[in-house]
């Protein structure tokens, strides 16, 4: 499973569009982008997943590169509750076990 | 659908005791899955069940550790003879779909041995 590389924390204002940044330099050709929320004293929450270039839902958009290096989760307009753990995961392509590997994820604070 | 649930949500025993916790997947999910998360990092894979199978186990999941699936169903997680390093959040996920990386977790068991 390739490693992925977060900052460990970020801060942002209240209303602002939030760029959570994730860096996977050894992504291997069937490997997906997975990204996870994690509030405090729950269990992860799945964002959104994809292989290139953007995926949107109604909760974030996710922008990867063509090289699939690197990907980025934008969450719009953030509120107080979007404060969170956001984890970024590669993985195979899917269609094994999935199990997921998270790394130590990005402490996203907003300030009112 | 009422969600992953996981019981008890707390427990904190003596070390040298076993523990049992539970999980009930969503009901039409046939993939359960355990992970263990301690204070600031991820959550890390400890074992793998597709219906009542049990497919995949970490090296984390010493030979103290066993988990079921009977029927496929709600799943067990025991420890047994506790240390203080096995203090975690376990938490419990369920899934449907091959296709993706989607899965549903439950609110975790923490457990304290002391």
């Known amino acids: 499973l390739a490693k992925t590389t977060q900052p460990i924390s970020m801060d942002s204002y209240e209303g602002q569009e939030v760029n959570i940044t994730c860096s996977h330099n050894n992504i291997a050709t069937n490997d997906y982008i997975t990204w996870y929320q994690q509030f405090p004293s729950q269990g992860p929450r799945f964002i959104i997943q994809?292989?290139?270039t953007k995926v949107t839902n109604e909760v974030a958009s996710l922008f990867i590169p063509a090289d699939r290096k690197s990907s980025t989760l934008s969450l719009p307009r953030v509120s107080l509750s979007d404060t969170a753990v956001y984890y970024c995961l590669v993985g195979d392509s899917p269609r094994g076990n999935n199990r997921l590997a998270f790394g130590k994820g990005n402490q996203v604070v907003v300030i009112p | 659908d009422t969600g992953v649930s996981q019981d008890p949500r707390h427990k904190i025993t003596k070390r040298g005791q076993n523990v049992t916790f539970r999980c009930d997947p969503i009901?039409?999910?046939?993939?359960l899955y355990w992970y263990r998360q301690t204070l600031g990092q991820g959550p890390e894979f400890l074992t793998y069940f597709q219906n009542e199978a049990q497919l995949e186990k970490s090296r984390l999941l010493s030979d103290r550790f066993s988990a079921e699936r009977p029927k496929g169903s709600f799943s067990t997680l025991e420890i047994q003879r506790t240390e203080q390093g096995d203090s975690a959040m376990y938490l419990c996920a369920s899934s449907s779909s091959p296709d993706n990386y989607e899965q549903y977790f439950g609110p975790g068991t923490r457990l304290t041995v002391t």
């Open positions: 994809g292989y290139k």
């Open positions: 009901s039409e999910h046939n993939r």
